[in-house]
Every structure is written in C-alpha cells, then in structure tokens.
C-alpha cells in the first residue's frame, strides 16, 4: 500500500526560486499538503529545473489527481537585475523632446534604442498632432535584427489609446513577428516616462518568459499534464493564466517574494 500513488485530487504549487525550486502538492478540500519536493535551480535550465521538480512530485502523485498548477518565478525580476531582458525598442509617440533628453541622460528606458515620433494627445484626450504614420514605418523597417520586441507609449494614451492601437496595426502588418506591448494596456498613471519605461521592460521580458512557459507546457504535456490549468503568481500574489502572464511579463516581477508571502499566510493560519 506505501507504493501507491496519491488521489485525492489536489493542486500543484511550484515556487521556482533563485536557489531551490519547491514543490507541493495541496488536497482540493482541506488544503492538506500530501507531497512535497525540493531540488537546486538551475539558472541556465530553469525549465529543466521544474520538470525535475514535478517529476519528484509525480513519483508521489497521480497525474490525474492534479486539477491546477500554479507556478511562481524570480525569473523577470532577476533578468532584470541581471541586465538580461532582450533587445527591445520603444516608440514614443507625442512625447516632448526635453523629457524624452533628460530621460535618456538619465538612463530611464532602460535601452539605447528610443524612436519618437510625431502624434499624441492631450490631457483631454484630444489629439494634439496626427499620428505619423509615415515615419513609424520608416523607423520600424529599419529596425535592427537583434529587436525582437516593441514598446509603444503615447504621452497621453491613458486619455486616448487611439494612436497607440494604429501603431499596433502597423507594426503588426510590417514586422508580424515583433512581440509588441501597448502602455496604456499596462498601467493607467499620468507618469508617461514611468509608462514607458514600463512598457519598454514589459516588452524585454516578453521572449523570455513565453520561452520558459512554452518550455514548462510542453514538460506538462509529456508528464500527462497537458489539460491541467497552469497559473502563474502576480507581484500581488494574485494568479492569471499563462497566456496572460506571456504578454504581460512585468507583472510576475516580484512573483517569488508575493508567494513566499501568501505561503507564509497560509501557513500561520491567518484569517
């Protein structure tokens, strides 16, 4: 009876840290932790990491006992650390030319490859200056190769996102294969540099972090997973799904803190 498998259906938690990767497995019910495991990360193999956890866990568990994984990572906060993120360009559309100076002497984008163009609105919402469109195809089929993402930011895009969305169109129609992120789809403040620079690091982790989660479905499929949920922690410590978290990276900085967080919650019983 000691070698069988467990169940009672139940939950996969995975907090892929920057020293050990942990693993557990909760009952749906009660939340009674039935298994658990712990192996070194790999930094190099974070995905080769997580399938040597699950399969500690597997050893234990009946894949068709798991109704959910949910999986916490350090790896967009530590690309950033790292100075990691890949090559991106922000396009900033009707922002004035003294911040976008200061910004760039100050460093705050983060990467050297910033192309203003000509459009924007105001504080109403009203369009200041038509998009120009003109030069954004110009400025984006003389991208160079190593791009592999954009960032779009209008100053006042949180008033009106209509110039941002053409943008979106046209990069689209000319560089299909440029993973794009649009400011006003992450954040709502009136801090336009603060948006684009947002916008920029959402755009830098975009490969890195659909890389890990393509690699971690394709481990799920092979391990009998391939139809369980997969989950990913939220700086907040709330959970979206994977192809959210695949276009909006930025969000996962500070996952592994926020689940250390929540986990230490649960465990104290806080009500």
């Known amino acids: 009876m000691g070698s069988e498998k467990i169940t009672d259906s139940g939950i996969i938690g995975i907090d892929a840290g920057g020293t050990f990767t942990d693993l557990a497995f909760l009952r749906d019910p009660d939340k009674a932790i039935l298994a658990r495991a712990k192996t070194p990360t790999k930094h190099d193999d974070l995905a080769g990491t997580i399938e040597t956890g699950l399969s500690m866990i597997l050893a234990k568990v009946d894949a ?127 801090d336009a540099i603060k948006r ?10 975009i490969p890195i972090v659909i890389d890990l989660l393509d690699s971690v479905g394709e481990i799920c499929s092979k ?15 709330s959970l979206v799904s994977a192809s959210w978290a695949k276009l909006h990276p930025v969000e996962m900085i500070l996952s592994g803190p926020a689940a250390s967080a929540c986990g230490a919650y649960f465990l104290a019983g806080a009500p």
Not at 196 to 205: D, E, K, P, W
Not at 223 to 237: W, Y
């Open 196 to 205: 684009a620079t947002t916008c920029g690091l959402n755009a830098g982790l």
């Open 223 to 237: 391990k009998g997973l391939a139809d369980v949920p997969l989950s990913i922690v939220r700086g907040d410590g």
């Open 64 to 190: 068709r006992a798991v109704s959910g994984i949910n999986l916490a990572s350090t790896l967009a906060t530590n690309a950033i650390v790292e100075d990691k993120l890949q090559s991106a360009a922000i396009f900033l559309l009707g922002y004035p030319v003294d911040a976008v100076q200061k910004a760039q002497k100050e460093q705050t984008f983060g990467t050297d490859t910033i192309i203003s163009i000509r459009g924007g609105h105001d504080v109403w919402g009203v369009q200041k200056d038509p998009l120009d469109e003109g030069a954004l195809e110009e400025a984006l089929l003389g991208l160079p190769a190593k791009i592999k993402a954009v960032a779009v930011s209008g100053y006042f895009s949180v008033r009106n996102p209509a110039h941002e969305d053409r943008a979106l169109q046209i990069i689209e129609e000319l560089r299909p294969k440029l993973y794009v992120t649009c400011g006003h789809e992450l954040a709502m403040d009136l």
